[in-house]
């Protein structure tokens, strides 16, 4: 683990983006809470945020954080052929937040993607990346 004891403490924000392709079948069957398994982004949502509060016990080496904000927002494309997905995670921490945010943002993918896979066996996760990382004092 890298000895961030000696940085100093400041407000940190990063915002993590990814996206799963699926079926506009598949994308009407969520919005109309019709998949078996349940509320699909209210689940995916929750699901990223919980990742996100345990990233340090997920990825070797990486600090354990007490995140201090965490969010996870769906937007759908007029293209109706995908859900973007947007972490956004904050601290105010000697380290970043940034793969809090990507754990966010994959975990919430993923959790689609299990709740989705009776219905369609040709969704893919794609595009997952750090879009914006802020620090500011304290």
Do not use: W
Not at 16 to 26: V, Y
Not at 36 to 46: S, W, Y
Not at 54 to 80: A, K, N, Q, W, Y
């Amino acid at each position: 683990m890298v000895d961030v004891s000696s940085k100093p403490v400041s407000r940190r924000e990063a915002v993590a983006r990814g996206e799963i392709r699926l079926k506009t079948e598949t994308l009407d069957l969520i919005e109309a809470q019709q998949i078996a398994k349940g509320n699909v982004l209210a689940t995916a949502r929750l699901a990223g945020i919980m990742a996100a509060k345990r990233t340090g016990e997920l990825i070797p080496l990486c600090h354990p954080l007490p995140i201090t904000h965490c969010e996870v927002e769906f937007d759908i494309p007029e293209s109706r052929d995908r859900v973007v997905i947007t972490a956004t995670a904050r601290i105010t921490a000697r380290t970043g937040v940034e793969m809090e945010a990507l754990t966010a943002t994959s975990v919430a993918a993923l959790t689609i993607y299990d709740m989705c896979k009776a219905v369609d066996q040709s969704m893919v996760i794609s595009e997952v990346r750090l879009v914006k990382k802020i620090k500011s004092e304290v």
